[in-house]
């Protein structure tokens, strides 16, 4: 696969494809494309072996004027200032397309997790905790779990950031164990909400019988993406796969026995009964639905040709580029786009903070009924907006959330 693109470029060029569909003015478009401020940090952390060893880290808000900055901090070796910013803006669009209020945030540290220990991790969240403390809260900015962070890292950050001010802030921070303020339904939260877009994609398409699903992927996302297409819709999950490589099984794979397999060995590849395949032929398989779940630029102008799923659904973020898009557009594969198939995670997450400030939590049923109705009601109002300017639905979904962001920003005016 050829080299990667800036995924800020990327965003800009999204954010571009909306003008022809909006009466704004150029300039207030030029004034929403670029972060307003980036923290970049290097902390000096302690490793188990006595020496001292620094990692960059980063922190970009790029967008509140629909509410405070939104969004998780990563934990993988190819961080760059350029990814967060891109992720930032792209939250800023996610929280906009689905009616949330919050601007986009994002945060990472250049590391690999997978050679530290938990020790040496615990040191390291809470360095970046104390790094950020005086540019983030409850209703400045929200930090969440993002690639290869989760509800402890949470607590540690949380924890780090109450010591630091001297008072309890449940919902400074998003995605926390439940047992120190998190909510129910987190977990799963991102697919639940790609369940429900996958769903109703799949009415409008009117896929009906043995639908087939191949998962790019096999983290968090991935594997409760799976899980649930499995047992709440009745797919047929053909092939996932993780970063070492992926596994087809025409007639179906169980969606938990992967996952044992894959907790047992360290990778989905080798599952028994299963052909193991690349990622790149994964892209490429005929299914009905393909689901990118792991990192950026996936599908690019070198492979779109050859995806010949009926749906792609991004968990993931960015995981197609422009050039990808026109491609597929062309071929007639309706893609649903990141910014609404994975919006689940921050909307429950924009739940946990309204739990955290009322010091009330809601069940799980909850939790989901109030997730289902934001999900199917964006998918939706995004895609009367493709049907009337016959576009696709990336760029339909770019005209709601610009226009979201836009109308915040006039009505608050430019001060200084």
């Not at 954010?15 to 290097?42: F, G, N, Q």
């Not at 409850?138 to 993002?146: H, L, Y």
């Not at 749906?311 to 309706?334: Q, R, S, Y």
């Not at 921050?346 to 939590?361: A, D, K, N, P």
Request: glycine share 10%; hydrophobic share 40%.
């Amino acid at each position: 696969m050829a080299g990667k693109d800036n995924p800020f470029e990327i965003v800009l060029r999204q954010i571009e494809s909306a003008k022809p569909y909006l009466d704004v003015e150029p300039d207030i478009i030029e004034a929403i494309k670029y972060p307003k401020e980036v923290l970049t940090l290097h902390l000096p952390v302690k490793m188990d072996n006595g020496k001292v060893k620094v990692f960059t880290a980063y922190r970009s808000h790029h967008n509140n004027a629909r509410g405070p900055y939104k969004g998780g901090v990563r934990y993988h070796p190819n961080v760059t200032l350029e990814e967060v910013m891109a992720l930032s803006a792209w939250m800023t669009f996610k929280c906009a397309t689905v009616g949330i209020p919050y601007g986009g945030g994002k945060g990472g540290i250049a590391c690999n997790p997978k050679e530290m220990s938990q020790s040496e991790l615990e040191r390291l969240s809470r360095a970046y905790a104390l790094g950020i403390s005086r540019f983030m809260g409850t209703d400045i900015d929200i930090p969440a779990p993002d690639v290869y962070t989760n509800p402890q890292v949470m607590a540690w950050f949380v924890d780090t950031y109450e010591k630091v001010k001297g008072w309890s802030e449940p919902s400074a921070y998003t995605g926390k164990p439940i047992n120190i303020g998190g909510s129910e339904g987190r977990g799963d939260a991102t697919a639940k909400g790609g369940m429900y877009t996958i769903r109703e994609a799949a009415k409008y398409l009117k896929l009906t019988g043995k639908v087939t699903v191949a998962i790019q992927g096999y983290g968090n996302a991935g594997y409760f993406a799976a899980k649930l297409l499995h047992d709440e819709l009745g797919y047929t999950i053909i092939a996932v796969s993780d970063s070492k490589g992926g596994i087809l099984k025409k007639d179906g794979l169980d969606p938990d026995d992967v996952l044992k397999h894959k907790r047992e060995t360290g990778s989905v590849i080798n599952y028994p009964g299963s052909e193991n395949i690349t990622n790149e032929d994964l892209l490429e398989l005929e299914c009905d639905i393909l689901v990118p779940a792991a990192l950026e630029d996936q599908i690019t102008k070198d492979n779109a040709d050859k995806v010949k799923a009926k749906m792609v659904a991004e968990l993931a973020n960015g995981p197609t580029t422009p050039e990808a898009d026109k491609i597929l557009h062309k071929n007639g594969v309706f893609l649903v786009p990141d910014i609404l198939t994975n919006a689940g995670g921050v909307t429950v997450s924009y739940f946990e903070w309204v739990q955290g400030r009322m010091g009330l939590w809601w069940t799980e049923e909850e939790v989901y009924d109030r997730l289902e109705r934001i999900m199917v009601k964006s998918f939706n109002d995004i895609l009367e907006i493709a049907k009337r300017h016959d576009i696709d639905m990336r760029t339909a979904d770019y005209v709601l959330a610009v226009s979201r962001v836009v109308e915040a920003t006039k009505v608050r005016g430019f001060w200084p």
